[in-house]
Structure formats: structure tokens, C-alpha cells
């Protein structure tokens, strides 16, 4: 069992930054690779961006490429974040954190592939 804990959300104006936390429990945190999804009122849940559990390896959703949203981890401390820049509008949305368990030698962007979700954190951007 991993308990995930999200914090960092609110609301912010268009342009403007936040850095989400998530941390973890559990004493093999570096063998998990992480993930952050969102979901926005009336849509699916999305993926957002995932990390290996050392770090080196990560992967992003083709609408966040370009280098606006930044996934990183700190193994010391069982914390994953999710820098977020320039954020627009469309951002808006619950933001969850997960956890693969199990992960493969490639990072999965599916939502069935993750094990435990955190209770998500409400990011809101205004224009």
C-alpha cells in the first residue's frame, strides 16, 4: 500500500507558476516510477508527465511539450513535483498524483497501468 499526499495547488493568474508536491510513503520509493494526470470538469482524466525512479528518465504529453511543465523527484524525501510555467486557462483542472508499483523499461502515459492515486489538488487559472 502507497499513500500519496498532493499539496501546492490554487489559483493563480494566466502566466503565472506553481510547483505541486506529492509525497509518498513507503520504503522502496526510488523502485516506482511516478506520474502526475489531471481532469478537468466534464473530461477525462489525462495524463500530464511521468518520471522514472531514478530520475533520468521522463516523459511528457504532446500538450505540454515545449518545456512549461517540468516533472522531477526527490528520492531522499519521497517527493515528486510538477513545475508548472506560463500556465494558461486550459490548465485548469484537479491534478492527481500516481504511482506504478510495477514499472515497465518504458514509462506509460495509460491510467490503468498506475496502482495508487493521491486525493488530487485543484489547480485554477484565471485569464
Known amino acids: 500500500q502507497v499513500q500519496l499526499v498532493e499539496s501546492g495547488g490554487g489559483l493563480v493568474q494566466a502566466g503565472g507558476s506553481l510547483r505541486l508536491s506529492c509525497a509518498a510513503s513507503g520504503r522502496t520509493f526510488s523502485n516506482y516510477a511516478m506520474a502526475w494526470f489531471r481532469q478537468a470538469p466534464g473530461k477525462e482524466r489525462e495524463f500530464v508527465a511521468a518520471i522514472s525512479g531514478s530520475g533520468g528518465r521522463t516523459v511528457y504529453a504532446d500538450s505540454i511539450k515545449g518545456g512549461r511543465f517540468t516533472i522531477s523527484r526527490d528520492n531522499a524525501k519521497n517527493t515528486v513535483y510538477l513545475q508548472m510555467n506560463s500556465l494558461k486557462p486550459e490548465d485548469t483542472a484537479v491534478y492527481y498524483c500516481?504511482?506504478?508499483?510495477?514499472?515497465?523499461?518504458?514509462?506509460?502515459?495509460?491510467?490503468?497501468?498506475?496502482?495508487?492515486w493521491g486525493q488530487g489538488t485543484q489547480v485554477t487559472v484565471s485569464s
Open positions: 500516481t504511482v506504478d508499483t510495477n514499472p515497465g523499461v518504458f514509462l506509460t502515459t495509460r491510467t490503468t497501468a498506475y496502482d495508487y
